[in-house]
C-alpha cells in the first residue's frame, strides 16, 4: 500500500463576516489538493461554526487556521488570541456541531491567553485509478468482414485482344 506524503496548511486571517466565504473556498482547495475533497464539507461547515463565533463576539478578530492531514486523520485547529471569550462561552450548538461532525475534538489554551480548539475526521485519499486507454472500436473493414476475391468472368473477346497487342 503506497503511503501518503504528510500535507500542512496555516492561514492567518482577520475575522470578518464577509472573509468567512472566502476562507472556505481556500480550506476547499486544500482538500482538493491533498484528494480529501470527501470531507470538505464537513470541515469547512465546522470551521465556519467557529469563525462566525469569532466574528460575532471576540474583540480581536486575528485568528490562525490549521490543518494537517497524515495518510490517516486530518486535523484542524482554529486559534483566536481573544482574552475575553472561552469556549464554555461559545454558543452550546457551536461546541455541539463539531462534536457531532467530527471524530475527535478538544480545546486547549495559549501562552497568550487565547484559545485553540481542534477537531479531527478520519481520513483516506480517493485510491486513483490508472488511466488506461480504451480498446478501439473494429473499423468497418474488420467488423463486416472483407468480401472473399470472386474471380472475374473472361471476357470472350480476351485472348483475341491479348493476342492482337503481343503482334
Excluded at 491533498?34 to 465546522?46: Q, Y
Excluded at 481542534?118 to 480498446?135: C, D, I, Q, T
Excluded at 468482414?145 to 492482337?164: D, I, K
Aim: hydrophobic letters at 40%; one cysteine or more; proline letters at 7%.
Amino acid at each position: 500500500m503506497k503511503t501518503a506524503a504528510p500535507c500542512y496548511y496555516h492561514l492567518e486571517v482577520d475575522v470578518t463576516p464577509d472573509r468567512i466565504d472566502q476562507i472556505r473556498r481556500i480550506l476547499t482547495a486544500h482538500l482538493r489538493y491533498w484528494n480529501l475533497e470527501a470531507h470538505a464539507e464537513t470541515v469547512c461547515h465546522c470551521t465556519d461554526v467557529l469563525l462566525h463565533t469569532i466574528a460575532r463576539h471576540a474583540v480581536d478578530k486575528n485568528t490562525t487556521l490549521e490543518m494537517w492531514w497524515n495518510g490517516q486523520h486530518l486535523i484542524t485547529a482554529v486559534q483566536d488570541s481573544d482574552r475575553d471569550i472561552r469556549p464554555h462561552y461559545a454558543p452550546s450548538g457551536c461546541l455541539a456541531q463539531i462534536a457531532a461532525l467530527s471524530d475527535g475534538w478538544g480545546c486547549c489554551a495559549t501562552a497568550g491567553g487565547g484559545k485553540i480548539i481542534w477537531f479531527s475526521r478520519r481520513a483516506r485519499a480517493a485510491e486513483r485509478a490508472p488511466l488506461r486507454a480504451p480498446a478501439p472500436t473494429p473499423g468497418i473493414s474488420t467488423a463486416l468482414g472483407v468480401p472473399r476475391a470472386l474471380p472475374v468472368p473472361a471476357l470472350a473477346h480476351s485472348e483475341e485482344v491479348a493476342a492482337s497487342v503481343h503482334a
